[in-house]
């Protein structure tokens, strides 16, 4: 059994602390397992898309976390969402993931 998760998020202003333009390029998701170390990229949107649906997730413990890729800059730092336990026998999640400044 599986269940659909959506992964809903919010870019920072794209305004770099000495004033300049910021060009956001992609948003990257990635996901893991409880118990997994290793990270999978799941999406890697553009920055005009704010949610990603995670269709046939099987139950257990997952971890989301979303980085903010700039044209011409380095990768942001991961924000993770809280763990979402899925109970397969309960109904469908919801995670929200958030990234504001």
């Given at each position: 059994?599986?269940?659909?998760?959506?992964?809903?998020?919010?870019?920072?202003?794209?305004?770099?602390?000495?004033?300049?333009?910021?060009?956001?390029?992609?948003?990257?998701?990635?996901?893991?397992?409880?118990?997994?170390?290793?990270?999978?990229?799941?999406?890697?949107?553009?920055?005009?898309?704010?949610?990603?649906?995670?269709?046939?997730?099987?139950?257990?413990?997952?971890?989301?976390?979303?980085?903010?890729?700039?044209?011409?800059?380095?990768?942001?730092?991961?924000?993770?969402?809280?763990?979402?336990?899925?109970?397969?026998?309960?109904?469908s999640a919801l995670v929200v993931l958030t990234a504001s400044k």
């Amino acid at each position: 059994m599986s269940t659909n998760v959506t992964i809903a998020y919010q870019l920072p202003t794209p305004v770099r602390v000495d004033g300049s333009a910021m060009e956001i390029t992609a948003v990257r998701i990635e996901k893991r397992l409880e118990g997994i170390a290793e990270w999978t990229e799941i999406a890697s949107n553009p920055p005009s898309v704010t949610s990603f649906v995670d269709a046939n997730v099987p139950g257990g413990t997952w971890h989301y976390r979303g980085f903010v890729v700039q044209k011409d800059g380095p990768e942001s730092a991961p924000l993770e969402a809280a763990a979402l336990v899925l109970d397969l026998a309960a109904a469908s999640a919801l995670v929200v993931l958030t990234a504001s400044k």
